[in-house]
């Protein structure tokens, strides 16, 4: 007996620990531009602060977009009042990674800076961002929650910010208590 409640824990840790960041492209698919190794440069310039469409989970758009402070997760009074990003990509030694750089402003004023690694993957740029939040006794009596962004560009070189969230264990995930979320922002890029 003793043996049959060690398997079914350790099966169940299993399972639990091997979740792992899903994005769905469905959502971005109508309005998406492949970025390439030859073309991820495309993606530096200056984007407006607050989004101009969000969509949700269940790809419904809305055109009240938040802001990239708040998609990114930014712990920092510094951003609450600017007005625009910039972005500057630079290629790292290793094959398809890259630095992503993103300086907030008001006006021209540099207020936040932030720097984040990044690997080009399936058309997008895959911020090393994943966090991973645990409360209770992790995947027995708690859960996890993990989040990770991604970065491209729209068909009309606009920015795409998409963002997953899931929050689950191994007992959550019995008892359905657990969610998967799935969002997109989108912004006005400044200067073309």
């Known amino acids: 007996m003793k043996n049959l409640v060690l398997i079914m824990v350790s099966t169940i840790m299993t399972?639990?620990?091997?979740?792992?960041?899903?994005?769905?492209k469905s959502m971005i698919k109508d309005d998406w531009l492949e970025v390439k190794k030859e073309n991820v440069h495309m993606i530096d310039g200056d984007y407006d602060y607050n989004g101009y469409e969000y969509v949700r989970?269940?790809?419904?758009?809305?055109?009240?977009?938040?802001?990239v402070g708040d998609i990114l997760d930014v712990q920092s009074s510094l951003i609450n009042n600017c007005d625009r990003m910039r972005?500057?990509?630079v290629p790292l030694v290793k094959d398809k990674m890259y630095e992503i750089q993103f300086a907030f402003l008001k006006g021209n004023e540099?207020?936040?800076?932030?720097?984040?690694?990044?690997e080009l993957k399936k058309g997008m740029l895959l911020l090393k961002n994943y966090?991973?939040?645990c409360h209770g006794v992790p995947y027995l009596l708690g859960g996890?929650?993990?989040s990770q962004s991604r970065m491209g560009l729209t068909r009309d070189k606009n920015l795409l910010i998409q963002n997953y969230k899931d929050n689950s264990g191994a007992l959550l995930l019995f008892f359905w208590?657990?969610?998967t979320?799935?969002?997109?922002?989108?912004y006005k890029r400044i200067n073309r």
């Open 15 to 24: 399972f639990s620990l091997s979740s792992c960041v899903s994005f769905r």
């Open 57 to 67: 989970n269940d790809n419904v758009k809305s055109d009240t977009g938040g802001n």
């Open 87 to 89: 972005i500057k990509s």
């Open 110 to 118: 540099i207020k936040y800076l932030l720097k984040y690694d990044a």
């Open 131 to 133: 966090t991973s939040k």
């Open 144 to 146: 996890c929650q993990v």
């Open 177 to 179: 208590s657990g969610y």
């Open 181 to 186: 979320i799935n969002y997109a922002e989108k």
